[in-house]
């Protein structure tokens, strides 16, 4: 059975998105609780929905005035207001949650739910908040989702398996991490003003038998992955758009340009 393409591109780090190819992606972005990245301004105003996991919202109130050091606090802080704190609310400030709340933001307290995580909640909202998923064109962006606690990362990246329908980009600094699953091929459209040229393609929850790729300086040519034996780690992409088919879900990661 021949697979549908699914095209992706890290448009969401550009200054204004193209839109000659199509309508752009509805893009939600989600703030957790570690150092926000330098873009996350630029993140804020792609978005159409901004929701902060539990103490998120601190970095929200004390980091972005960092980001914007020209800009006037009070005023900064009024129009950077998150549309909805949500989690088991054991990191938010009161302060902090009693600030937007103020200026009404929704506050969700989930803390009777200690199964999950903050991310995995936050997820679930827009997933149940999103009509006609598979035609809304959403792409969840997800801002500290890396660095930090090892465990935290895994919990991320464990939330791309749970939701491996739903689009969503983990970002830090430095990289992006996004699921490709096995049930489509998969574009990638570089934007090489931004990301690149290191990347990697990583076989997740099982072994990949087959796996094929265009685009790189070291292509897969129905190549088996798993760890313990060869993963496609610094690899460099050399074009402008990148093919991925494969037998298993990969990690797609592709380095964040510094400017």
Same mark, same amino acid.
């Given at each position: ?13 550009? /200054? #204004? ?17 570690? /150092? ?37 606090? /009070? ?46 909640? +936050? ?15 959403? +792409? ?11 465990? !935290? ?31 489509? +091929?998969?574009?990638? !459209?570089?934007?090489? #003003?931004?990301?690149?040229?290191? +990347? ?9 038998? #087959? ?36 037998? #298993?879900? @990969? @990690? ?8």
């Amino acid at each position: 059975m021949e697979l549908g393409v699914i095209t992706h591109s890290s448009t969401f780090l550009l /200054p #204004s998105i193209p839109t000659h190819n199509g309508p752009p992606p509805t893009y939600a972005l989600v703030l957790l609780n570690q /150092p926000l990245p330098r873009f996350t301004p630029l993140l804020w105003r792609h978005a159409q929905l901004r929701i902060c996991a539990d103490g998120g919202a601190n970095r929200v109130y004390d980091e972005l005035p960092q980001l914007l050091p020209h800009e006037d606090v /009070p005023d900064l802080r009024n129009r950077y207001k998150p549309d909805i704190i949500k989690g088991d609310m054991d990191s938010v400030r009161q302060e902090v949650k009693d600030f937007y709340a103020k200026m009404g933001t929704k506050i969700v307290d989930e803390s009777d739910d200690q199964d999950t995580t903050d991310l995995h909640k +936050c997820i679930a909202y827009i997933h149940d908040c999103t009509p006609n998923l598979e035609k809304s064109n959403l +792409c969840i962006l997800v801002a500290g989702a890396l660095g930090g606690r090892f465990d !935290h990362e895994i919990g991320n990246i464990n939330v791309l398996c749970r939701f491996s329908t739903v689009r969503i980009v983990l970002l830090s600094d430095d990289c992006l991490i996004q699921l490709l699953p096995k049930t489509h +091929c998969h574009e990638i !459209h570089i934007q090489s #003003s931004v990301e690149g040229p290191h +990347c990697g393609l990583i076989p997740i929850g099982m072994p990949s038998g #087959s796996t094929t790729t265009t685009g790189l300086q070291w292509d897969l040519n129905d190549t088996e992955m798993r760890f313990g034996g060869l993963i496609s780690t610094s690899n460099i992409v050399k074009e402008e758009i990148i093919t991925v088919q494969s037998d #298993s879900d @990969l @990690l797609w990661t592709i380095s964040i340009k510094k400017p």
